[in-house]
């Protein structure tokens, strides 16, 4: 888990921008993200799953694409990192290795509690300034 799980630059300019949508913007983000990261733990919990399984492998690489994107753009750096990790696996871009991408997923799923920890925080400070 990284230290600065945020870049609180980024959420400054999506504050902005966003002004009175960006409690909306978090919100969405954050049950998104959820899914996002159940559809990846239920994907590896399938039996079927190996580094093996081009289709697993492939589906996997692109909730990690779609992720990396979503991730990037809310600067959640450290995440959007890992997501492109995993995305290089999932679509071969390196040797596909099984505990390594398990790893990935357990580490994309801990990354993501602190980055919604931020935003949850983030939307406190929001309801309480209006």
Request: proline residues 0%.
């Given at each position: 888990m990284s230290n600065n799980p945020v870049d609180f630059n980024v959420l400054s300019t999506l504050r902005e921008v966003m002004e009175a949508e960006y409690p909306a913007l978090l919100q969405v983000f954050i049950s998104d993200s959820i899914n996002r990261v159940n559809d990846?733990?239920?994907?590896?919990r399938d039996p079927s799953f190996t580094a093996a399984s081009t289709a697993s492998l492939q589906r996997l690489g692109l909730m990690a694409h779609s992720f990396k994107?979503?991730?990037g753009n809310m600067g959640a750096t450290h995440l959007s990192e890992l997501c492109l990790?995993?995305?290089e696996q999932g679509r071969g871009m390196v040797t596909a290795d099984d505990a390594r991408i398990r790893r990935l997923v357990s580490e994309i799923k801990e990354e993501f509690c602190a980055v919604r920890k931020v935003?949850?925080?983030e939307l406190q400070l929001c309801h309480a300034s209006h």
């Open positions: 990846m733990t239920l994907l590896l994107g979503s991730t990790q995993l995305e935003f949850e925080d």
